[in-house]
């Protein structure tokens, strides 16, 4: 993917997200990598998502860690250690942080993790059949995002590589995939599938 199209991606869907209501105020955040260049685009801190611009992006070397470019009077997104442990231990493209309200009312619903399964949405997910159930881990808040990353990265060392979400009780998910097309595609799956959860325990229908 070409830089310039990389930032332009990221504020596009801030933009999108924001309009669906799972990245409002300056919540959320999304970061794309560039396999080419091996450097990873980065949504800032506090920056109200619908009217990011490219240029408010941070750019990071993966091979160093080192920011490539920091935007005058911007802070790093407090996300950026569990983005780049998705990148590391994923191998992953991109990754999409939303504070969707579906993800956290499951969070209150289910314990440690979210299950479904016989819905035609989990098709979606890698790897995955009409008849199979779709796990996504539920890990605890903390009252910095950076502070996620020790059980992120349990998630990632003990979930094999279908696993691509983890829901934030009471916060929201981080969703991560090969590329921000597939990522895109898993988060809007699984947000379908949080939200067709949470209507079927509003009518007493036993989850599959």
Known sequence: MESNKAAEMICSLCKQFYHLNWCTGTG??????????????????GVQKELMRPE????????????????????????TPLFLSCYKKRNSGAVIHTHSQNAVMCSLLFDKEFKISN?????????HGYHDTLTIPIIENMPHEDELIDQLNEVLDTYNQDTVAVIVRRHGIFVWGPTIEKCKIYNEAIDYLLELALKMHQYNIPLP
């Not at 959320?28 to 801190?45: N, Q």
């Not at 091979?63 to 997104?77: A, V």
């Open 28 to 45: 959320g955040g999304i970061s794309i990598r560039d396999r080419e260049e091996d450097i990873a685009y980065i949504a800032p801190s």
């Open 56 to 79: 408010d992006l941070f750019v990071m070397n993966l091979k160093t860690d080192d920011y490539i470019r920091i935007p005058e009077g911007l802070k790093p997104s407090a996300c």
């Open 119 to 127: 819905i035609e949405q989990i098709k979606a997910m890698p790897n």
